[in-house]
């Protein structure tokens, strides 16, 4: 079975950093690209960022672009998304999509909650 | 960045109802989208992917069609676990855009 599980949400002020790690299984994660989407409360999907199987191409969305940083460790199965600089915008829930290599995202994770706030 | 527009944002139905969702492109996608559903609380499910490729798993009574810019899904007898939000979302370029989300409620 494909599990996605995310973890690193946290309340944190403006300006600060946050970690988040998203831990798979149930398939070969260094077969497929990853990407990062968030939905802020009560509003729509973001995607943020995406990383391809191997980790050497990255995608941005410019609302985040120069801020948050993807990253994977395929030995750990495992997706990071480093946010630095968060401002109160940023606050949502983050998901972990799979991507089969055709762009549509055919797993998520449960999402983790960060909230931005002073 | 590629804009997703959907229509209606809410839909009332009932059960056993076939209902119609149009999702439209600022901008030729050809067949590069995909359909979810996502219930309160949840994460999103894909139901729908390359236009009208349904998931392994996914109930027949969901369908999808179009191309280039105008897109439908449909849901050809409405049953009590479809009352969910309903987002189509392109992937025709690497910065993937979704539509703003429709509502599909009890009438």
């Known amino acids: 079975e494909v599990q996605l599980v995310e973890s690193g949400g946290a309340l944190v002020q403006p300006g600060g950093s946050l970690r988040l790690s998203c831990v798979t299984s149930?398939?070969?994660?260094?077969?497929?690209?990853m990407n990062w989407v968030r939905q802020a409360p009560g509003k729509g999907l973001e995607w943020l960022s995406y990383?391809?199987?191997?980790?050497?191409?990255?995608y941005y969305a410019d609302s985040v672009k120069g801020r948050f940083t993807v990253s994977r460790d395929n030995a750990k199965n495992s997706l990071y998304l480093q946010m630095n600089s968060l401002r109160a915008e940023d606050t949502a829930v983050y998901f972990c999509a799979r991507d089969p290599a055709t762009g549509e995202f055919d797993f998520w994770g449960q999402g983790t909650l960060v909230t931005v706030s002073s | 960045d590629i804009q997703m527009t959907q229509s209606p944002s809410i839909l009332s139905a009932s059960v056993g109802d076939r209902v119609t969702i149009t999702c439209r492109a600022s901008q030729s996608i050809n067949s590069w989208l995909a359909w979810y559903v996502q219930k309160p609380g949840k994460s999103p499910k894909l139901l729908i992917y390359k236009a009208s490729k349904l998931k392994s798993g996914v109930p027949a009574r969901f369908s999808g069609s179009g191309s280039g810019t105008e897109f439908t899904l449909n849901i050809s007898s409405l049953q009590p676990d479809d009352f969910a939000i309903y987002y189509c979302q392109q992937h025709s370029s690497r910065s993937p855009t979704f539509g703003q989300g429709t509502k599909v409620e009890i009438k």
């Open positions: 149930g398939f070969v994660f260094s077969s497929f690209e």
């Open positions: 990383i391809n199987n191997r980790g050497t191409t990255k």
